[in-house]
């Protein structure tokens, strides 16, 4: 079956711009997650949605970045203001009500801000 | 504070010898572990899992052992293949605090020549 997948594979934009990051998970996935990864680094948590809701923001670096799930399946990330510091590959988890533990990562979206 | 580390930053090995990942962490509450494995521009790839509740779990040329007491996991591959050459990163979570967020460590490089 189709895994998670995030579009744009690629985003370059210039700082202040807002940008918006699409997260489509397995279908029938009920959680999702957002990591953001630097270079050299692992994946940092950002946020987690079970359904609709938004059940741990605590990883957003700050107010500048939101995260939606209107609908319990697509997410998109938003990214007001961008900073040079936002630069990174998103990341799109999402994992399954029987196997909460393993998720399953997406692509990613490398994201510049020149 | 790395709440999960990866000391090596990379390990380079035959092929059909064993290659041994390790991975040391500090929170006690952690009680689900995972190995992902990561090629250039493609997400994470779930490996391997184990539970606190077991010391070894083992699939196909894969092995992760726990040893709780030390706060230690390791990934053994035998034999090693040079598909196997990818960033391997290990993961840790609290599936009873009902968040899943996965907290990775560094990663280490692994190169396994012909």
């Known amino acids: 079956g189709a895994g998670v997948s995030q579009t744009p594979s690629n985003k370059v934009t210039e700082k202040g711009k807002y940008v918006e990051l699409r997260c489509d998970p397995i279908?029938?996935?009920?959680?999702l997650y957002w990591y953001r990864q630097s270079l050299g680094q692992g994946p940092e948590f950002l946020i987690y949605?079970?359904?609709?809701?938004?059940?741990?923001d605590s990883g957003l670096p700050n107010d500048r970045f939101f995260a939606v799930r209107p609908e319990g399946s697509v997410s998109t990330l938003k990214i007001q203001r961008t900073e040079r510091g936002d630069s990174a590959v998103y990341l799109c988890?999402?994992?399954?009500?029987?196997?909460?533990?393993?998720?399953?990562f997406g692509p990613g979206t490398r994201l510049t801000v020149l | 504070d790395q709440q999960v580390k990866q000391n090596s930053p990379s390990l380079s090995v035959q092929e059909g010898r064993i290659s041994i990942l390790n991975c040391d962490y500090t929170n006690s509450m952690f009680d689900y572990f995972l190995w992902y494995k990561k090629y250039p521009a493609e997400g994470p790839t779930f490996l391997i899992s184990?539970?606190?509740?077991?010391d070894k779990n083992e699939d196909g040329r894969f092995t992760v052992f726990l040893n709780k007491s030390a706060k230690h996991l390791s990934l053994h591959i035998v034999p090693s293949q040079p598909g196997d050459s990818a960033v391997y990163f290990c993961a840790a979570s609290s599936i009873s605090s009902n968040t899943g967020k996965l907290i990775f460590g560094q990663g280490t490089t692994l190169q396994v020549k012909p």
């Open positions: 949605f079970q359904g609709t809701g938004a059940a741990d």
């Open positions: 184990i539970s606190s509740i077991k």
């Open positions: 279908s029938g996935h009920t959680a």
């Open positions: 988890a999402s994992s399954s009500r029987r196997d909460t533990g393993t998720q399953y």
